[in-house]
């Protein structure tokens, strides 16, 4: 009798054990799960992102949503100021974390010779004489301005005619002048200017490059950096040059 009650009794206490044992187990579990469920903040890709878009567009494609800490990627955005000046290197789907990797800053590319086309722009090339390009200091990823002079029969204008286009691609080149005699057919030195236009502005643009083709018109480009002051743009006429 007395055996039995004593192994009665060792069997509660294994039992007992074994129920605090797997308590414990269980509640340490759970620690280690919370550990590496710690919700944290992070950007996440609602709409599609063109590959090119500027950072400074970004945020109209994306949402903050909160997620397991141990499930956000180590090189995540955390400041969208910090994508100021750079533009997205490749095409962003709805569900991607925004992640600096995926980012870079247009002259860097351009020194690779690899400048993104933003989206809904197409590429259209000028052939313009050095000095009507900045002497050659443009190069790609370069932001530039356009003015124009259109040479009328009456009267003569020149005005900026776009600002902040930006340079996919610049190749030297050399044209000869038809008019040339024998006696001088040296050629004249080119520049080819390869630039991101909406439609419209493209359109502007080849209308007066034509004009320019049949010395009705010229286009000089200036370089144009974060700096620059684009107000005070007016149109300049022979009669209103000293005005």
């Not at 974390?97 to 197409?122: T, Y």
Request: a negative charge; zero cysteines.
């Amino acid at each position: 009798m007395r055996i039995r009650i004593i192994g009665a009794l060792l069997a509660l206490v294994l039992a007992v054990a074994g129920t605090i044992a797997v308590v414990l187990y269980v509640r340490d579990a759970d620690v280690r799960a919370a550990d590496g469920a710690a919700l944290a903040s992070v950007y996440v890709v609602e709409t599609t992102v063109p590959a090119g878009t500027p950072g400074e567009e970004i945020g109209d494609y994306i949402r903050v949503v909160r997620l397991a800490a141990n499930a956000i990627q180590p090189d995540h955005v955390t400041a969208l100021r910090d994508l100021e000046g750079l533009v997205a290197t490749v095409e962003l789907l709805p569900g991607d974390q925004l992640v600096e990797g995926r980012f870079a800053d247009p002259a860097d590319l351009a020194a690779q010779g690899d400048v993104l086309v933003p989206d809904g722009m197409q590429e259209v090339t000028l052939a313009l004489p050095v000095e009507q390009v900045v002497g050659g200091a443009v190069r790609g990823g370069s932001s530039v301005g356009v003015v124009v002079t259109f040479l009328g029969a009456e009267s003569t204008v020149t005005q900026f005619a776009l600002d902040d286009v930006l340079v996919t691609r610049v190749q030297a080149g050399d044209n000869f002048d038809p008019a040339a005699t024998e006696e001088d057919t040296a050629p004249v030195a080119t520049i080819m200017v390869t630039l991101a236009l909406a439609t419209a502005d493209v359109e502007r643009l080849v209308f007066a490059a034509e004009l320019q083709q049949n010395n009705a018109a010229g286009i000089w480009l200036t370089l144009q950096p974060e700096s620059t002051d684009t107000s005070g743009s007016r149109p300049v006429t022979g009669d209103a040059y000293f005005g």
